[in-house]
Every structure is written in C-alpha cells, then in structure tokens.
C-alpha cells in the first residue's frame, strides 16, 4: 500500500489543496490542524474528490500531539508513506520592533514544528521507505524586508531539509522542500506583527498574486513526481533565485530599496 498521506496545516489554505490534489488519486489521508472546524470541511471535500481519511486537532509545537498522531496513522492505516509539514503562521515587523516573544512563537510553529514533525514520523517513514516534503517559502531564499523572524525560521526549513535529504537518502527515504511566493491563501488570519499597517501590505502583495494554492498543489504533485528537491512554484521566485545565485548583491540593492520605499510609508 503506498497512498498514505499526513498533512499538517490541513485545515485551509496550501494544506487542504494538497490533501485535494491527492485524493483525487484514490489516497488516504491523515488530516492534522489547530482548526478543527475547518479540518472537518477538508475531509469532507476530501470525499468528494474521491480520497478518504481522518482529522485530528494537532498543535505542531507540541511533540507529544504530533507523536500521538503517528500512532494513530500507524493504528488506522497501517502507517505513512508520504509527510507533508505544511502548518505555518505569519508574521512581520522591523528587526527592531519585534519581540522576543514574536521570535519564539514564530520559530516555536514554522521551524521546530516541522522538526518535530519529521522527528515524531519518521519510524513510520522508515518502513515504508517513504518521502518528506517540507513546506519552506521564497523567504528562505529570498530574506525580504521586515519578516526576519520569518526568513529565519523558513530559512532553517531549507538547511533542515538539505541536511534530511542526504541523510535520508541511504534509508530511501526522498526529501522535498516547496520555496512558494505569497500566494491566495488564508495565511493572515494567524498573522502577527507590532505593526498593522504591515499586515495591510502583505495583505495587498496576497490578493495581487497570480497563483493560487490550487496551482501550487498541482506543481508540486507533478515535481514529487519527478523527484525535484526543491521546489519554486512561481515563476517569479525561480527567476529571483536565479538572479540571487549569479548576482547577490542585485538582489541585496533591491531589497535595501523596498525597506527605504517601506519605511517612508510607514512614516507617511
């Protein structure tokens, strides 16, 4: 049996496209969330598409939560041959401005949420000689303006999934991390930031993207399925990426322009 999927982050968003793009291949489907309401609606869409599964309310910053889920996707499907850490939260504000607390919770879901979510399955994954895709962010590549908290935890999600991938390998266990823009999603009702108007500004740069989750679900069902590492859905990331690797300090120059362009705003 190989079409047995966890997702974190399940409840909305990037986490219910993903868990849609496989259930429409027939997949059972292990569902995990803070929002249990929303987890019901996923499973529930789920069945529509022709897959099935179960929900289970999981808070990634606790271990034994994740733990727990791993033996119950042990107990009811016999294991896991795909994870996919995909809960995260946003967040935003100048270097100076955010709290040590802001930092905590940030890095406490979007890094150490995924490393204890390859932590807490990976027994399961070993057995079935399955595959982790980590859901990273072009903010691990690309470390814009007031998100350092967030570049830094997506960042660490980039260098964890390196490290797993060629450590892994030799277990045949393949590694994935997705790098996506901003993109049409629900990710500001968890955003946290000392500034509002920074909210407003991720919020305009959300709605003007042209890719939806769906597509990004869609890309990444077709790169596992070519066995790409990392992942760049947008079209604009892959090209950013290119440039920064030729070209550092133009991507640096721009980004120094953004903060000042920032900045002015914030005082106007």
């Known amino acids: 049996m190989n079409n047995r999927m966890m997702i974190t982050?399940?409840?909305?968003?990037?986490?219910?496209?993903?868990?849609?793009?496989?259930?429409?291949?027939?997949?059972?489907?292990?569902?995990?969330?803070?929002?249990?309401?929303?987890?019901e609606e996923t499973l529930a869409l789920v069945r529509e598409a022709g897959g099935d599964g179960f929900v289970q309310r999981c808070d990634v910053r606790d271990y034994s939560q994740l733990t727990a889920f791993a033996e119950v996707c042990e107990?009811?499907?016999?294991?896991?041959?795909?994870?996919?850490?995909?809960?995260?939260?946003?967040?935003?504000?100048?270097?100076?401005?955010?709290?040590?607390?802001?930092?905590?919770?940030?890095?406490?879901?979007?890094?150490?949420?995924?490393?204890?979510?390859?932590?807490?399955?990976?027994?399961?994954?070993?057995r079935s000689q399955g595959r982790i895709i980590n859901i990273a962010s072009m903010a691990a590549l690309m470390q814009a303006p007031a998100m350092s908290n967030?570049?830094?935890?997506?960042?660490?999600?980039?260098?964890?999934?390196?490290?797993?991938?060629?450590?892994?390998?030799?277990?045949?266990?393949?590694?994935?991390?997705?790098?996506?823009?901003?993109f049409q999603t629900n990710l500001l009702d968890s955003f946290r930031?000392?500034?509002?108007?920074?909210?407003?500004?991720v919020g305009r740069l959300l709605e003007s993207s042209p890719i939806s989750a769906a597509e990004i679900a869609e890309y990444i069902y077709r790169h596992v399925a070519q066995g790409t590492f990392m992942i760049l859905p947008?079209?604009?990331?892959?090209?950013?990426?290119?440039?920064k690797q030729q070209n550092p300090q133009a991507i640096y120059d721009e980004m120094i322009t953004m903060t000042e362009k920032m900045r002015a705003k914030a005082r106007g």
């Open 9 to 39: 982050g399940a409840g909305s968003g990037l986490g219910r496209e993903i868990a849609l793009r496989w259930a429409r291949e027939g997949w059972q489907l292990a569902l995990g969330d803070v929002n249990q309401a929303g987890l």
């Open 75 to 126: 107990a009811r499907l016999g294991g896991i041959d795909v994870l996919v850490n995909n809960a995260g939260v946003a967040s935003g504000g100048f270097f100076a401005e955010l709290s040590l607390e802001d930092w905590d919770w940030q890095l406490s879901i979007n890094l150490m949420g995924v490393v204890k979510g390859c932590k807490a399955f990976l027994p399961l994954l070993e």
């Open 150 to 182: 967030y570049n830094v935890a997506k960042a660490g999600v980039v260098a964890l999934s390196e490290s797993l991938l060629v450590e892994l390998k030799p277990l045949s266990i393949d590694v994935h991390v997705v790098c996506p823009s901003f």
């Open 193 to 201: 930031g000392p500034d509002p108007k920074m909210k407003a500004q």
């Open 234 to 243: 947008h079209e604009l990331g892959r090209f950013a990426w290119k440039v």
